[in-house]
Nanobody, 128 residues
């Protein structure tokens, strides 16, 4: 399984970015997907995840209402739309995929230990 994240960049406080994660190597539509981020000097943390059906999305409290995660199974891609960005959103963002198919539970998808495949990360920098 290969995951290719893209879309990061430098944006001003209050701006928007859309991250993409393209997956290959297995049947994309059968798997949940997640995004995590790691800021300098901090541990990697959960940002958002989406169930394999796309019917459920889960968000960290810190991004709820500002970020939206969606998936396009025809393109084998998930999209993280990030609006109202803040300097504290500055981090390297990683997309990730679990080893098991048909994952829908938020309790499973928000835990790093439940992911086996990780993208290379894309830098998001929000200036004040």
């Amino acid at each position: 399984v290969q995951l290719q994240a893209s879309g990061g960049g430098l944006v001003q406080d209050g701006g928007s970015l859309r991250l993409s994660c393209a997956a290959s190597g297995r049947t994309f539509s059968n798997y949940g997907m997640g995004w995590f981020r790691q800021a300098p000097g901090k541990e990697r943390e959960f940002v958002a995840a989406i169930s394999w059906t796309g019917s459920s999305a889960y968000y960290a409290n810190s991004v709820q209402g500002r970020f939206t995660l969606s998936r396009d199974n025809a393109k084998n891609t998930v999209f993280l739309q990030m609006n109202s960005l803040r300097p504290e959103d500055t981090a390297v963002y990683y997309c990730a995929a679990p080893p098991s198919p048909f994952t829908s539970s938020g309790r499973d998808l928000n835990q790093q230990r439940n992911y086996a495949y990780w993208g290379q990360g894309t830098q998001v920098t929000v200036s004040s």
